[in-house]
């Protein structure tokens, strides 16, 4: 068996700091949402992409992939959402197996609502205590993470 490659001082110190940012910017960004407009992250995480699509219209295995989520958690939040009167499930027509998940009109008022605010955090943590120098090296380098990703999946 080989030897593991331990980070670095500096690695160390580059992950720890990655992974605090992660967590300071997701409760800044649910604070946020649920201070102005009632939304969870979990609401705005499917609401988002429904408000995008043609329609307002998603088929949900391309929703939950859109999420990163497994289709039960999928599932559980469209049940939590459609009992708000955000999102109502149809029958998909193309496979009887599958189904679709429709943005409502009170599902994209509450988006529309929540949208402004939201954007105004993540510039506001995440854009603006950068130059436009280092957010397009930001890009460069999270684009070459995320093709290796999905390389070695």
Known sequence: MTEPRWLTEDEQHVWQAYL???????????RQLERD??????DYT???PLSEAPD?????RELARMAGWE??????????MT???????????????????????AGREAIEAAAPEHVATVRRYFFDPLSAE???QLGELFGRM???LARDR
């Open 134 to 136: 280092e957010t397009a």
């Open 20 to 30: 605090a940012l992660q967590r300071e910017l997701q409760g800044a960004q649910e």
């Open 37 to 42: 407009s009632g939304l969870s992250t979990a």
């Open 56 to 60: 307002g219209l998603l088929r949900a």
């Open 71 to 80: 289709r039960s958690r999928l599932s559980h939040q469209v049940s939590r």
């Open 83 to 105: 009992k708000r009167g955000l999102v109502v499930r149809e029958e998909c027509p193309d496979d009887a197996r599958g189904s679709m998940i429709r943005l409502t009109a």
């Open 46 to 48: 499917l609401l988002a």
């Open 146 to 148: 995320l093709t290796k």
